[in-house]
């Protein structure tokens, strides 16, 4: 079970632009799209950015750093 601050995301990096793409009910995780390359960390950056301005609050990665598939605990 997650908590209700807590969902997860399947990431595709390299997109032309970043955006949510809908939902993937095999895997309980939203698909997102980021525009940055998946090297050094940027896709996860990125991905930290797209989502607070999406939500309006600060966001942060609990597992998968080296993973597509992500945790996101949306912060108080």
Do not use: C, H, W
Not at 51 to 68: A, D, F, H, Q
């Amino acid at each position: 079970m997650i908590a209700k601050d807590v969902f997860r995301v399947l990431v595709r990096p390299n997109a032309m632009k970043s955006a949510i793409l809908g939902f993937d009910d095999a895997r309980q995780a939203y698909r997102v799209a980021i525009a940055a390359p998946a090297e050094g960390n940027r896709a996860n950056l990125e991905l930290m950015r797209f989502l607070s301005k999406e939500l309006g609050r600060k966001v942060r990665i609990v597992s998968g750093l080296r993973n597509k598939l992500k945790t996101i605990r949306v912060d108080q």
